[in-house]
């Protein structure tokens, strides 16, 4: 189950360019099973129709303040009670203005007024418009008024300028509604998860590396920036893009790894090593590139740094968690590993199942603790299963 799984959440489309991208916002929002109520301001619908939004929302679009059959099916006050949270993507710097002065003229700035639900505004115009005082100070007593924001990208606008004012990434935007939609079970604790696998080069071109894809340290990663932690993601190399609102340090190497995780681990509440580092690396890397006639070449390898187990030498008050991708005697190897590695948590999945493997969507884990107590996590997304490991560490590690 997702976030949004359940969940009713309100998109005010208002009248800019970007309405256009509404569109995916509501498509999205569906993908991820949201019950989605469209309301399009008059503005708004010269940008983009209301059958439009209707087709992909699968909702009347609410579009008058006084339409007696909208209002005795959604009024403006049954709908401002119902809404888990109210989106307002493309919010224009009317909109803005309005919701700072109290006018409640239409149906979308009444909602917005009647709700108590968290408000995310994503807004986007013109460069100068938006650095224009008067929107300025509205966002700053917006804010101050705990309304939420996600603010515009830079770039070529569709009125020519280039600046800041084009709307968000439609992914930032759903990712900060999904932290608005999540409890904060993590809220205060510094963590540090690495992700990914690391590459230990051999010449300038070739390199030693694993399958490991990244998926499962990036989910664990978003999970807890969303419950509320202050995160760190070090991450080797993956095809996987920044997420949004936490901090991304991309390395390649074990040694680079190892700096980059011990550097964040300095004043950080918990350690999660969820990257497949390289057990070896080569015992000194060419300079330049290895050619095929050197036929007889030899690789010789040295083991690298264990991060986890450098850790758990002088470990303090932080809690370590590692995983474990094994083949076969799953329980007994994590649990050997856990030990040796002095952890507080080990979380141990079977990389030989081609459903739960390295570059799958899915998995399905066993989290070990020291006591012998297990928690099974039964197959479900890689994002299911990171919040599941948090709620298991939470439960277990943090409250003592
Ligand atoms: N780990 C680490 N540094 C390494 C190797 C592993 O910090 N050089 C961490 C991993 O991130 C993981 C845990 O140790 O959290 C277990 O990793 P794994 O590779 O399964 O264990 P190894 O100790 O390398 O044992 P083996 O490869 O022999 O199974």
């Known amino acids: 189950m997702g976030i949004f799984s359940g969940k009713e959440v309100v998109l005010g489309v208002t009248g800019g360019i970007a309405a256009y ?100 505004i994503a807004p986007a115009m013109n460069t100068q418009m938006y650095a224009s005082a008067a929107v300025q100070e509205n966002l700053a007593v917006l804010k101050s008024r705990g309304f939420h924001f996600v603010e515009p990208g830079e770039g070529e606008l569709a009125c020519g300028t280039v600046g800041p004012g084009r709307l968000a990434d439609v992914g930032k935007i759903l990712e900060m509604a999904r932290n608005l939609l999540t409890e904060k079970p993590l809220a205060g604790k510094k963590v540090v998860v690495s992700a990914g696998p690391t590459a230990e080069p051999l010449d300038p071109v070739r390199y030693v590396s694993n399958r490991s894809s990244g998926k499962m340290g990036f989910a664990m990663a978003r999970a807890a920036c969303r419950m509320g932690a202050q995160v760190t993601l070090v991450s080797g190399p993956t095809a996987l893009p920044d997420p949004p609102f936490l901090a991304t340090v991309r390395v390649r190497t074990a040694e680079e790894m190892f700096s980059a995780v011990s550097r964040a681990a300095e004043d950080a509440d918990v350690v999660v090593m969820c990257a497949a580092v390289a057990d070896f690396k080569a015992k000194k890397s060419a300079s330049v590139k290895i050619k095929k006639e050197d036929f007889d070449y030899r690789l010789e390898l040295s083991p690298t740094v264990d991060i986890l187990e450098t850790l758990g030498k002088k470990k303090g008050k932080r809690v370590l968690v590692g995983f474990a991708a094994e083949t076969d005697d799953l329980a007994r190897n994590a649990r050997e590993k856990m030990r040796r590695k002095n952890l507080d948590a080990i979380v141990a999945n079977d990389v030989s199942r081609a459903d739960i493997g390295f570059e799958s969507d899915d998995n399905e884990v066993r989290v070990f603790f020291p006591d012998g107590e297990i928690r099974e996590l039964p197959l479900a997304t890689k994002d299911g299963i990171a919040v599941g490991v948090w709620l298991a560490l939470n439960g277990k590690l943090f409250r003592r």
């Open 21 to 120: 991208k509404a569109c995916e916002i509501v498509r999205e929002l569906r993908k991820e099973s949201a019950n989605v109520q469209v309301i399009l301001t008059q503005s708004g619908a010269q940008f983009i129709t209301p059958l439009t939004l209707q087709t992909l929302s699968k909702n009347p679009v609410v579009m008058d303040m006084f339409n007696l059959i909208s209002e005795s099916e959604i009024g403006h006050i049954s709908l401002a009670q119902r809404a888990h949270l109210l989106l307002i993507a493309p919010a224009t710097a009317n909109v803005i203005g309005k919701i700072r002065g109290g006018i409640a003229d239409d149906m979308l700035s009444t909602v917005v007024m009647a709700t108590t639900a968290p408000v995310l």
